[in-house]
């Protein structure tokens, strides 16, 4: 065969075998949450908790709860980012926030995806990215409070341990 030829072959070759066993060819991560609380009380926990992991301090003795950076927020839409402590990798994060029942539920579509484009094994960072935000917060504790996800959707979503990434 041509060497190019082989080189597409091999190429495409693992590119569907990504696609079908492995997840996310990219490192990412997608969590739909839904919570038995208005939105508005979802929205200050996360912008709080976002803020209060600002700095180094929360990783002194490892683990992944700091160098968070709040890029935008608005009761319906938070933007930020993560920096991994040591490594300095950056991961975009963002929350979508809907309302429903009257108010008084609220459905969050939260995404988290690595900058660096070859990152294709993560150990479950971009999960923990998120993840954490909502322990920290106390809203894994709130009312109602149900997560879905999975390994296709989240970078090594089962094997994260949330306590080192
Ligand atoms: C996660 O890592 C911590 C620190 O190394 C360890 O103590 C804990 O047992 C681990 N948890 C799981 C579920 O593996």
């Keep these: 065969m041509h060497p190019v030829h082989w080189f597409l072959a091999a190429l495409l070759a693992v590119g569907t075998s990504g696609l079908c066993c492995a997840g996310p060819l990219h490192a990412q991560c997608k969590v739909e949450w839904y919570f038995g609380?208005?939105?508005?009380?979802?929205?200050?926990?996360?912008?709080?908790?976002?803020?209060?992991?600002?700095?180094?301090?929360?990783?002194?003795?490892?683990?992944?709860?700091?160098?968070?950076?709040?890029?935008?927020?608005?009761?319906?839409?938070?933007?930020?980012?993560?920096?991994?402590?040591?490594?300095?990798?950056?991961?975009?994060?963002?929350?979508?926030?809907?309302?429903?029942?009257?108010?008084?539920?609220?459905?969050?579509?939260?995404?988290?995806?690595?900058?660096?484009?070859?990152?294709?094994?993560?150990?479950?960072?971009?999960?923990?990215?998120?993840y954490n935000l909502m322990e920290g917060s106390g809203l894994t504790e709130a009312r109602g409070y149900k997560e879905i996800t999975s390994d296709f959707l989240c970078t090594q979503r089962s094997s994260a341990n949330c306590t080192v990434y």
């Design 37 to 130: 609380i208005p939105c508005q009380v979802v929205y200050e926990s996360l912008v709080s908790q976002i803020k209060k992991w600002r700095t180094m301090a929360g990783c002194t003795m490892g683990g992944q709860k700091c160098l968070y950076k709040l890029q935008s927020a608005s009761v319906h839409f938070i933007a930020a980012k993560h920096t991994t402590p040591f490594e300095r990798y950056v991961d975009d994060i963002n929350f979508r926030l809907v309302s429903y029942h009257f108010f008084t539920c609220c459905h969050v579509s939260a995404m988290s995806i690595s900058e660096t484009w070859y990152a294709i094994k993560d150990h479950g960072t971009n999960y923990c990215n998120l």
